[in-house]
């Protein structure tokens, strides 16, 4: 049985392009970050916002002296991260950096100076850090404190222990 001569076949294989297709358009690839900075310049003052595919706000970047180093790594000096939340498109996180290393083909930041992440609930402080923008997803390095504001709040919403269960 040969498909491929008949107008079946045919059918067949322009169907299963016009879904390839379909699923191409429903999920476009993420933003690729580009800091308008020149190669061995460096530019000072620098806000960056970042939006998602939507319009939201994702991401601002506030660099006081930005450095491209090469074509994937930009120098950041004294900068500041704020992270949006995706559904109510307010301020949530924010990140302090005195000297950091970004790569713009893997959105990855590298910090191996003292850093601070701040919220609402929290203070976050260490020795280093590792962020990437796409995912939001990191991890501090050395030293790493963590100060929780409203801790009273956190002990009204956790579930209640059974008297019988409490250790001593």
Same mark, same amino acid.
């Given at each position: 049985?040969?498909?491929?001569?008949?107008?079946?076949?045919?059918?067949?294989?322009?169907? %299963?392009?016009?879904?390839?297709?379909? &699923?191409? +358009?429903?999920?476009?690839?993420? #933003?690729?970050?580009?800091?308008?900075?020149?190669?061995?310049?460096?530019?000072?003052?620098?806000?960056?916002?970042?939006?998602?595919? !939507?319009?939201? *706000?994702?991401?601002?970047?506030?660099?006081?002296?930005?450095?491209?180093?090469?074509?994937?790594?930009?120098?950041?000096?004294?900068?500041?991260?704020?992270?949006?939340? +995706? +559904?109510?498109? +307010?301020?949530?996180?924010?990140?302090?950096?005195? @000297?950091?290393?970004? @790569?713009?083909?893997?959105?990855?930041?590298?910090? @191996?100076?003292?850093?601070?992440?701040?919220? @609402?609930?929290?203070?976050?402080?260490?020795?280093?850090? !590792? &962020?990437?923008?796409?995912? #939001?997803?990191?991890?501090? *390095?050395?030293?790493? #404190?963590?100060?929780?504001?409203? #801790?009273?709040?956190?002990?009204?919403?956790?579930?209640?222990? !059974?008297?019988? %269960?409490?250790?001593?």
């Amino acid at each position: 049985m040969r498909l491929y001569g008949s107008p079946l076949g045919l059918a067949v294989v322009v169907t %299963t392009a016009m879904v390839v297709a379909s &699923f191409a +358009q429903e999920t476009p690839p993420p #933003r690729k970050l580009d800091l308008p900075v020149p190669i061995g310049h460096e530019v000072k003052g620098l806000r960056v916002p970042v939006r998602t595919n !939507e319009g939201k *706000m994702d991401l601002q970047f506030d660099i006081d002296v930005a450095t491209r180093l090469d074509a994937q790594n930009v120098q950041m000096r004294t900068a500041s991260i704020q992270t949006f939340n +995706q +559904q109510t498109s +307010q301020p949530e996180v924010k990140i302090d950096l005195k @000297n950091a290393v970004m @790569n713009l083909e893997t959105s990855v930041i590298r910090s @191996n100076e003292p850093i601070v992440i701040t919220r @609402n609930d929290f203070r976050l402080t260490g020795d280093g850090l !590792e &962020f990437n923008s796409k995912t #939001r997803q990191g991890r501090v *390095m050395g030293n790493v #404190r963590m100060l929780i504001y409203n #801790r009273g709040e956190l002990d009204q919403k956790s579930p209640k222990r !059974e008297s019988g %269960t409490d250790a001593p």
